[in-house]
């Protein structure tokens, strides 16, 4: 019933191709992840590249590991031919069960569902398969709650969880440059802070990195954008006017880095602030938007505290936002926002008691990092500012260290009360090890 798109979807069975695409830093991960007998999820925003991830995965089973072609199925299930038969999971089972007629294959098997969301019920089919130790399924979905607790109710102890973002600078530069070592990029200083500058402004969708009109890419942007709202989003809150949706996007992708509150956004667009909040979290389980709370030892004042909002990516902030001007100091902090959270730390904000704020505390097990970050610091009143702030918080939390991220700037400085605030260029930043 499924043989010709399986055929079709299946290149590798006939001919090896190797695929040409960026390394990924979470493919370290997910080989990890192979040999053990868990269920391997990988979740991110809509053309991140969880497709290419799992192709590459295909090139490394047949390359390295000898697996024979016919033991990895590949089935993107978004595919409009397969949009009829979702609502349905004995579907997926038919075409499983076409595969193994087709193909006969002996041993371990890889089976590789993208976009597996797209099929109701699907945890009750994988969870059929789970006791099989001859299938390993590796399988990708747009929407954090692609593990939600009802599924992971079913999937309970079965499945690990890899999240994939768009290429983070140091992805995207080793590609380029190809750069390993520290002497490396100070050789090449210069080129990096200039990719660096286009990097900020378009962010990292794989897709786009051929892309060279900027009107181009700010119209594949906004279509990834509206995409995501109306075929991720509306359906999942049941919208029947998406208007609203869209307006609030803007309006947040518009303010990145600013603090706003539920009650004052419900305000501001006659919602109600339940509503808000809904709308936000749906905005962060497709991963296009990102709430940051205050930091504070009082979960009270942490909940009740005004919140940020960051994007998944800086070139759509860029391209959404409604701006006059350049922004590229916001969109510098975006980036050291999505920094901390691709190398899985908790991100808070900080004010102090005299209501300096400080953009990051990063915090992973019990070390805690304090992060401002300033496009440029040759203006002497914008320095003494972002030093006030770090200098009052290294004070109130007693560490001894924090760090002033600018664009190309850096040295080291000392406070009133002998604590280290290091001054670091954005690159040597984000390409630290």
């Not at 942007?221 to 995409?227: E, G, I, M, V, W």
């Not at 209501?355 to 401002?372: G, M, N």
Request: aromatic letters at 12%; glycine letters at 4%; a neutral charge.
């Amino acid at each position: 019933m499924f043989e010709t798109i399986l055929i079709d979807q299946n290149p590798h069975w006939h001919k090896h191709q190797p695929i040409t695409a960026v390394a990924r830093q979470q493919f370290a991960k997910l080989l990890q992840y192979l040999p053990l007998p868990h269920i391997i999820a990988i979740t991110g925003v809509r053309r991140c590249g969880k497709s290419t991830l799992l192709k590459q995965l295909i090139d490394y089973l047949m390359v390295v590991e000898h697996v024979s072609p016919d033991n990895i199925m590949f089935l993107n299930l978004e595919q409009p031919f397969l949009l009829p038969y979702a609502d349905d999971v004995r579907h997926l089972e038919q075409m499983v069960q076409d595969y193994l007629s087709l193909k006969a294959p002996q041993g371990q098997i890889y089976i590789l569902l993208d976009e597996i969301q797209f099929f109701a019920n699907w945890p009750l089919f994988i969870k059929s398969y789970f006791e099989s130790k001859k299938i390993k399924f590796i399988i990708t979905g747009s929407n954090s709650s692609l593990l939600s607790s009802d599924m992971m109710t079913l999937l309970s102890g079965r499945a690990l969880a890899i999240e994939l973002y768009p290429l983070n600078f140091s992805e995207m530069i080793s590609h380029e440059l190809n750069l390993n070592t520290k002497d490396e990029i100070t050789a090449k200083r210069s080129e990096v802070i200039h990719r660096l500058r286009h990097y900020v402004e378009q962010g990292g969708f794989p897709e786009l990195l051929s892309v060279k009109a900027p009107d181009l890419r700010a119209d594949i942007l906004n279509a990834y954008a509206k995409t995501i709202i109306l075929q991720d989003i509306v359906p999942r809150l049941g919208m029947r006017k998406p208007e609203q949706l869209e307006k609030l996007f803007v309006y947040l992708i518009t303010n990145i880095g600013a603090l706003s509150s539920y009650h004052k956004l419900a305000s501001y667009f006659s919602l109600s602030d339940k509503a808000i909040k809904d709308y936000i979290q749906a905005f962060h389980k497709a991963y296009l938007l990102f709430e940051v709370e205050r930091f504070s030892f009082s979960l009270k004042v942490q909940d009740k505290s005004p919140k940020k909002v960051y994007a998944i990516d800086t070139g759509m902030a860029n391209a959404c936002g409604f701006r006059f001007s350049s922004n590229h100091g916001k969109l510098l902090e975006n980036m050291v926002f999505l920094d901390a959270l691709c190398r899985g730390y908790e991100i808070y904000y900080y004010k102090t008691e005299e209501q300096f704020e400080v953009d990051f505390v990063i915090k992973k097990d019990r070390a805690i990092q304090l992060l401002q970050v300033c496009w440029q610091i040759k203006d002497n009143t914008v320095l003494i500012r972002e030093l006030r702030a770090l200098s009052a918080a290294l004070d109130e939390l007693k560490l001894d260290k924090a760090y002033l991220i600018t664009f190309d700037e850096g040295f080291y400085l000392n406070t009133e009360s002998d604590k280290r605030i290091e001054i670091i260029p954005a690159y040597q930043w984000l390409l630290r090890v």
